[in-house]
C-alpha cells in the first residue's frame, strides 16, 4: 500500500510540523535550492526512524548508490541531535558489509535495484529513492519532484519488510492529507 504525504493544514504537535515540513517542499529556486530542499526532506525522515538496538540520534551512514537525480551530494540536514555520514559505494559493497544504515537509490541498472531491495528484507536499512516516482519498486521512501515542490511517498509493504521502524505519525499524516 503507498501513502503519497502531502502537506495539510491543521493543528499539529512540534514534531508533526517538522514532518509536515518534510512531506512537501516548496524548492527554492536559487541554483541549490533542489539540492537543499532534498536534504532537509532526508532529515525529516532519518528523524522519524528508529534503528533497532541503537540509541536515537546515533550516528548512521547513508550509502548512495547509482546516479541520483535530484541532487549531486545527498546528505541528510538533521534538525537536532545526530550525524549522518555519506559515502558513495556500488551495490556489490553494500550487500558486503560497507556497514549502511541508510542506501539513497539513484539510477541504476534495474539488476542491481533489485538486489538491493531483496537484501535490505529484514535488515535495519532504511531506503530512500529519487527514481521511482510511483514508489512501486521496493523502497520504502520516494522522493519526487514536480516543478517547484518536492515531496515524498511512502512503501509500507518495504517499511513491514525491515527492521526499521518508522513512526507512525508519518502515516497518519499521510492518511489525513493526500490523495491516495
Same mark, same amino acid.
Given at each position: 500500500?503507498l501513502?503519497p504525504?502531502?502537506l495539510i493544514g491543521?493543528s499539529?504537535? *512540534? %514534531?508533526?510540523?517538522?514532518?509536515?515540513?518534510a512531506?512537501q +517542499?516548496?524548492?527554492d529556486?536559487? $541554483?541549490?535550492g533542489?539540492?537543499?530542499a532534498?536534504n532537509?526532506? #532526508?532529515?525529516?525522515?532519518?528523524t522519524?526512524?528508529?534503528w533497532?538496538?541503537? *540509541?536515537p540520534?546515533?550516528?548512521?551512514?547513508?550509502?548512495?548508490?547509482?546516479?541520483?537525480? #535530484? +541532487?549531486?551530494? %545527498? *546528505? $541528510?540536514?538533521l %534538525?537536532?541531535?545526530?550525524s549522518?555520514s555519506?559515502?558513495?559505494?556500488?551495490?556489490a559493497a553494500a550487500?558486503?558489509? *560497507?556497514?549502511?544504515?541508510?542506501?539513497?537509490?539513484g539510477?541504476m $541498472?534495474a539488476v542491481?535495484?533489485?538486489?538491493?531491495?531483496?537484501?535490505?528484507r529484514?535488515?535495519?536499512? #532504511?531506503?530512500v529513492?529519487d527514481d521511482d516516482?510511483n @514508489?512501486?519498486?521496493?523502497?520504502m521512501? @520516494?522522493?519526487?519532484?514536480?516543478?517547484? !515542490?518536492?515531496s515524498f511517498?511512502v512503501n509500507l509493504?518495504?517499511?513491514? !519488510?525491515?527492521?526499521? !521502524?518508522?513512526?507512525? !505519525?508519518?502515516?497518519k499524516?499521510?492518511?489525513?492529507?493526500g $490523495?491516495r
Amino acid at each position: 500500500m503507498l501513502i503519497p504525504l502531502f502537506l495539510i493544514g491543521s493543528s499539529m504537535t *512540534a %514534531p508533526q510540523l517538522a514532518m509536515q515540513a518534510a512531506a512537501q +517542499t516548496v524548492v527554492d529556486d536559487s $541554483p541549490g535550492g533542489m539540492a537543499l530542499a532534498v536534504n532537509r526532506m #532526508l532529515g525529516g525522515i532519518v528523524t522519524y526512524a528508529t534503528w533497532p538496538n541503537e *540509541a536515537p540520534g546515533a550516528p548512521r551512514t547513508m550509502c548512495v548508490i547509482g546516479t541520483p537525480r #535530484l +541532487t549531486e551530494r %545527498p *546528505a $541528510p540536514d538533521l %534538525p537536532g541531535r545526530g550525524s549522518v555520514s555519506v559515502r558513495r559505494v556500488s551495490a556489490a559493497a553494500a550487500i558486503g558489509g *560497507a556497514g549502511c544504515h541508510m542506501l539513497y537509490l539513484g539510477q541504476m $541498472p534495474a539488476v542491481d535495484r533489485q538486489r538491493l531491495i531483496g537484501w535490505v528484507r529484514g535488515k535495519a536499512v #532504511l531506503t530512500v529513492t529519487d527514481d521511482d516516482s510511483n @514508489c512501486n519498486l521496493g523502497a520504502m521512501f @520516494c522522493l519526487n519532484a514536480q516543478g517547484q !515542490r518536492l515531496s515524498f511517498s511512502v512503501n509500507l509493504d518495504s517499511i513491514g !519488510r525491515g527492521s526499521v !521502524r518508522v513512526d507512525p !505519525r508519518v502515516l497518519k499524516i499521510g492518511s489525513d492529507g493526500g $490523495p491516495r
